[in-house]
C-alpha cells in the first residue's frame, strides 16, 4: 500500500485535534478545585464531621460495637473538639460582625461628607445643612427658609 504524503499530514492533524479533544477536559476540571477553602468553610466542615462522628459513636455503643470505656473516652474527645471549632467559628463571625459595622460607618462617613453645606444650620440640633435640605439629616427636624440661621 502506498499513501500519499498529503493523507499522511491530514491523519497526523486529525490525531493532533482528537488528541487535544480528549486531554483539554482533564484540563478544565483541575480549574474549579483550585480555590483552597476558606478557614470558615474548614470549620464548619469539621464541625459536620465531628457531629456525624459522635452520631457514628453513640450508634456503635448502642449496637455494642465498642466497649462502654472506649465510648465515653472517644466521645469526650469528639465533643470537646467540637466545642472547640464551634467556639473558633463564634470568633469568626463576631470579627466579620464587626468588619461589617465598621464598613458601614466608613460609608456613612462618606456619603455625608459628600453633602455640600450651603452655611446654615440646623435651629434645633446646630449640625450644618446640605444645600437645599428641609429637613435636618441629624435630628429630623423640618427647616424652613425663614426657621434658618447662619452657622458660625
Ligand atoms: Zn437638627
Not at 482528537?18 to 483541575?30: G, M, N, V
Not at 466497649?67 to 469526650?76: C, I, V, W
Amino acid at each position: 500500500m502506498d499513501f500519499p504524503i498529503g493523507t499522511l499530514l491530514l491523519g497526523a492533524a486529525l490525531f493532533i485535534v482528537l488528541a487535544l479533544i480528549i486531554a483539554l477536559p482533564l484540563f478544565d476540571r483541575k480549574t474549579p478545585a483550585v480555590r483552597p477553602p476558606t478557614r470558615r468553610e474548614a470549620l464548619e466542615a469539621e464541625h459536620q464531621t465531628l457531629i456525624r462522628n459522635i452520631r457514628e459513636l453513640d450508634f456503635d455503643f448502642r449496637t455494642h460495637k465498642i466497649s462502654e470505656a472506649d465510648y465515653r473516652t472517644l466521645r469526650a474527645a469528639l465533643v470537646q473538639r467540637a466545642a472547640e471549632v464551634l467556639r473558633a467559628l463564634k470568633t469568626l463571625e463576631e470579627r466579620d460582625v464587626d468588619a461589617e459595622i465598621e464598613a458601614q460607618v466608613a460609608k456613612l462617613r462618606k456619603t455625608t461628607t459628600l453633602l455640600a453645606t450651603d452655611g446654615r444650620a440646623c435651629p434645633s440640633c446646630g449640625a450644618s445643612l446640605p444645600t437645599g435640605a428641609r429637613f435636618c439629616p441629624s435630628c429630623g427636624q423640618a427647616v424652613s427658609s425663614e426657621s434658618v440661621q447662619q452657622a458660625t
